[in-house]
Every structure is written in C-alpha cells, then in structure tokens.
C-alpha cells in the first residue's frame, strides 16, 4: 500500500501506484506529477535505478527489474519522497 506525506501546506506526496494514483488525481485540479528516478537495464543485463532526478545515486546493479524498483521505492521513502 503507498505511503502518503501530508505537509503542513496541505500538499500530498506519495509514490505513484496504479491502484491509487488514478483516484487522487480526478479528485484535484492542482496536481503536478514527476518523475523521482529511473529504473533502466544496464547492457550486462542487469538493472539500476537512478535516483540523480531528486539528487539522488544511482543504485545497483540489480539482477532483477524488480530488485531495483524496490530498492528505487525504499530509497525514496527514507529520503522522504
């Protein structure tokens, strides 16, 4: 289940998921969406997710897409993403 941050502005952050993403966004006329990294193959097959869009590393080699996308979503969460 994704993690909401609710600042003190009243702004919502979170990490996009298709199950609640959708929803949020029909029920607000100000939303701004973007992009926190990238999860990308690598030419040896394996995968890293590059975090340099929020100032972040880039993490990896992962030997699985998922392996990265959950070190991507657990590296954003502590970095209060």
């Not at 193959?41 to 990896?60: C, E, F, H, I, R």
């Amino acid at each position: 289940m994704p993690e909401l941050t609710i600042r003190f502005d009243g702004s919502i952050t979170f990490i996009w998921d298709d199950d609640l993403g959708p929803d949020l966004v029909e029920q607000s006329s100000d939303v701004r969406i973007e992009r926190a990294s990238h999860v990308e193959p690598n030419p040896d097959g394996t995968w890293s997710a590059d975090l340099s869009p929020v100032g972040g590393p880039t993490l990896g080699p992962f030997g699985l897409r998922s392996r990265a996308l959950d070190a991507e979503v657990a590296w954003l969460l502590k970095h209060g993403y």
